[in-house]
Nanobody
Framework: QVQLLEAGGGSVQAGGSLNLSCTAS?????MAWFRQAPGKEREGVAG????????YYEDYVRGRFIISGNRAKRPLYLQMNSLKPEDTAMYYC??????????????????WGQGTQVTVSS
């Protein structure tokens, strides 16, 4: 069982930045960030593979968000820059021990954090 703890959410004005972190209780193969806005389906944001340090970004955050992990594999970070009101959502960290499936709503991911709220005002 892997436990995930997110931190770093908050409120910011459009154009501002926030840095989220996700700390796993044990080693994982890959981790990712997903988000869900009120009334909308959960969607992927970015992903990270510890072996090879590969990254994945959805088009709507590429160039603005940066996902990274430290050498000890914990925690995972999501640096969010040039934030827009449409980035407002609950952000969830997810982890897998095996295969990592990117994109979509993350239905195949096994471990999830409780989420951290990000609010961007115009």
């Amino acid at each position: 069982q892997v436990q995930l703890l997110e931190a770093g959410g908050g409120s910011v004005q459009a154009g501002g930045s926030l840095n989220l972190s996700c700390t796993a209780s044990s080693d994982t193969a890959c981790m990712a960030w997903f988000r869900q806005a009120p009334g909308k389906e959960r969607e992927g944001v970015a992903g990270f593979v510890w072996g090879g340090r590969l990254t994945y970004y959805e088009d709507y955050v590429r160039g603005r968000f940066i996902i990274s992990g430290n050498r000890a594999k914990r925690p995972l970070y999501l640096q969010m820059n040039s934030l827009k009101p449409e980035d407002t959502a609950m952000y969830y960290c997810a982890a897998e021990l095996g295969d990592c499936v990117w994109g979509g709503s993350g239905g195949s991911w096994t471990y999830w954090g409780q989420g951290t709220q990000v609010t961007v005002s115009s």
